[in-house]
């Protein structure tokens, strides 16, 4: 489950050039927010993890947005999910 932010807008942390599909990571997390954060895929709201904190979820949407990763574009909201996996690597491997 996810918990909505209205008051922030969100940020693009990563990008791909727009000539290999030109998809964004997108942050929806508050400023200084340190809880768990699920990694979402805009095009189906499939979840694609949630992790212990910002740090990792950032690493995860940064390759998720690649054509190696490919989710398309994702964004990155606070979760009270429980959490899929502890680190990049731990999603990845």
Same mark, same amino acid.
């Given at each position: 489950? +996810? #918990? +909505?932010?209205?008051?922030?807008?969100?940020? #693009?942390?990563?990008?791909v050039a727009d000539e290999i599909?030109?998809?964004?990571?997108t942050s929806y997390l508050p400023p200084n927010y340190s809880g768990r954060c699920a990694v979402?895929?805009?095009?189906?709201?499939e979840t694609i993890a949630i992790l212990p904190n910002g740090l990792e979820a950032f690493r995860v949407a940064a390759y998720a947005i690649t054509?190696?990763?490919g989710f398309g574009s994702v964004e990155i909201q606070p979760s009270l999910g429980c959490e899929t996996h502890k680190t990049f690597m731990d999603w990845f491997g």
């Open positions: 489950m +996810k #918990v +909505k932010c209205p008051e922030f807008c969100g940020a #693009v942390i990563a990008q599909g030109g998809t964004a990571a979402l895929s805009q095009s189906s709201f054509p190696d990763g």
